[in-house]
């Protein structure tokens, strides 16, 4: 802080000062007040410790769903990952191998000197002298010792644990941890599961594989990346099982984010919050100088501040248009770097307005930020046009479930900055040189804009509409009119998208009332259920005459023939088939 007042000197938990948990005045009894005692310190040592005003910060979108892989790897920062248990220790019973500590007691001396024999081999040698001198004489189990020994456990390839003594009290009671990590089985098991993968079909397997893989790193909140975070995950994955009451937390020295998985209260998945130093926009730090004048701010100049995002997991759904959605963001919270307090009313993740000016710059070749491509490559410009159309397609594919479920009136805004580049006739010369790129980008765009139709259509599948609650005649009609609407565009549709088409439909015609009405053969004899029944018929036929055209044009397209264009399609494009 530019006053010089220790970072969060002021927080208080239980009614104790962060500096009396650490002179051993109290114990942390409580998994609550654990949890929170480990954050601050963890902030305070693994984030703002090594903050500097060349410190790479993360970018806010890098804390949104789906998570990329980060490429950058900045070994001088800290890295660990640490369990913590809400009970004993019983060491041979445990399912993962870890250096086992022990409390002071009588043996206070003797066991003292055992744990700092046990944490001593693991640390690189030029450490070892630094660290007899500072820790030597200390019980190293005692979480009052554990802001100082935190500096030296974040030098471990391994991880912490924690966990509670014969009286309760939370120690350090393990080092040098491996969690267990059965990536084949639980991968193999979890897709057939989904339903992706069958028996002695390898080719649903290769096809499916990465759908997979990054759902079910999505729900722990990590991409597919590092030995560290995978681990964590699948750990987290077997303790839930279990039903163990736990918390697994990471920091990776590469994507700078402290992410926790807090399985406490033993439901299915853990709760995944992630913290992070990120700059807010400059619109932003103009807008709300509050932020400024009570001191959230990090780092005046770059208006850095700390940034908690919490998490929420969906069950993988077949029907939803795009099935991607493992993970949603909750609650965003910014977090005073004194007193600890949240500023909740703020969206720094979501702000469309920045959203739709970060792609006006990428099309303009104005943006400087980084982005994954297909996992294999770091874009960090978008000068020249195979820049441009790469990180376009990075863009749009980590996106696309925001842009999907935009309104129509935001999504039209987005079409239109788009089409001012795809379609450019300026830059055609470009675009036929890098004709692979430009097809990819354009062939995403459609696939969006289709996606971002059905969703009238999935709303409507759904039983639950919010507070207002729609009748079966509104409901259907509602249905029924946008079949009418989108007719001549529906046959056009990518085949997997036609399909879920095809299934909302399906279901939304298997409620019980709709699905008794539509099995009567002659229409029933009371209006409201004689409209119903009508449009129930009604809706089948077009929906038939349009599963007709769509099997007519794909079965052309199969045969080597020119695919017709789309009518008022974006862009008016042909477009292949899907592999």
Excluded at 248 to 265: A, F, M, Q
Excluded at 384 to 410: G, P
Excluded at 413 to 424: E, G, I, Q
């Amino acid at each position: 802080m530019g006053d010089g007042t220790p970072f969060f000197a002021e927080v208080r938990l239980n009614g104790y000062t962060l500096a009396d948990y650490r002179a051993g005045k109290v114990g942390i009894h409580d998994r609550a007040v654990l949890k929170d005692f480990l954050e601050y310190i963890h902030i305070k040592k693994g984030l703002l410790a090594p903050y500097s005003a060349s410190y790479p910060l993360v970018e806010a979108r890098e804390l949104l769903p789906s998570f990329e892989k980060t490429f950058a790897e900045y070994k001088g920062l800290p890295a660990f990952s640490m369990v913590a248990f809400n009970r004993r220790l019983s060491y041979q019973q445990e399912n993962f191998q870890f250096d086992l500590l022990h409390p002071g007691g009588e043996s206070r001396k003797r066991g003292g000197r055992e744990n700092v024999e046990r944490i001593v081999p693991h640390l690189a040698r030029e450490l070892r002298p630094q660290f007899r001198q500072r820790l030597g004489h200390r019980d190293l189990t005692e979480l009052a010792n554990y802001e100082d020994l935190v500096e030296y456990l974040f030098r471990m390839d391994r991880a912490q644990v924690i966990a509670r003594d014969a009286d309760g009290l939370f120690r350090l009671l393990g080092v040098y941890a491996s969690f267990p990590s059965d990536l084949d089985s639980e991968l193999k098991t979890f897709g057939c599961r989904l339903g992706k993968f069958k028996k002695l079909d390898d080719t649903a397997y290769e096809r499916e594989r990465e759908f997979v893989y990054q759902f079910l790193m999505e729900l722990y909140g990590f991409p597919i990346c590092a030995e560290r975070r995978t681990s964590a995950a699948l750990f987290a994955r077997k303790l839930s099982r279990l039903k163990e009451q736990y918390l697994i937390k990471v920091l990776g020295s590469s994507d700078r984010t402290l992410t926790s998985l807090c399985g406490w209260e033993q439901k299915r998945f853990p709760v995944v919050e992630k913290i992070a130093l990120i700059a807010l926009p400059a619109a932003m730090g103009d807008a709300v100088p509050h932020l400024r004048e009570q001191g959230f701010l990090v780092d005046q100049e770059r208006r850095v501040v700390i940034l908690k995002v919490t998490y929420q997991q969906h069950k993988y759904n077949p029907h939803n248009v795009l099935e991607d959605r493992a993970l949603s963001v909750v609650k965003q919270e910014i977090i005073h770097p004194v007193h600890g307090g949240r500023e909740l009313g703020f969206n720094v993740l979501k702000d469309s307005r920045r959203f739709l000016k970060n792609l006006t710059d990428i099309v303009r070749g104005e943006y400087f930020g980084a982005i994954s491509y297909q996992r294999s490559e770091l874009l960090v410009s978008t000068k020249t046009h195979e820049e441009r159309l790469k990180f376009l397609d990075a863009w749009l594919s980590k996106n696309q479930r925001r842009l999907a479920t935009y309104s129509s009136d935001s999504f039209m805004a987005v079409k239109k900055v788009l089409n001012s580049y795809l379609l450019n006739r300026e830059y055609k010369e470009a675009f036929v040189k890098h004709a692979e790129l430009h097809r990819g980008v354009v062939k995403r765009v459609v696939y969006l804009n289709q996606a971002h139709q059905l969703q009238t259509l999935e709303k409507l599948a759904q039983r639950d509409t919010g507070k207002r609650q729609l009748g079966p005649y509104q409901r259907l009609a509602a249905a029924v009119s946008f079949l009418e609407e989108k007719k001549e565009e529906l046959p056009y549709f990518y085949p997997d998208l036609f399909k879920k088409g095809l299934d909302l439909w399906e279901k939304l015609l298997s409620y019980p009332y709709f699905k008794r009405l539509g099995e009567q053969s002659t229409p029933p004899g009371l209006p409201y259920r004689r409209r119903v029944w009508h449009l129930i018929v009604l809706g089948r036929r077009l929906m038939a005459l349009i599963a007709e055209q769509h099997q007519h044009i794909q079965a052309e397209v199969g045969q080597g023939k020119p695919f017709p264009l789309i009518p008022s399609g974006f862009p008016p494009r042909p477009i292949a088939p899907q592999r």
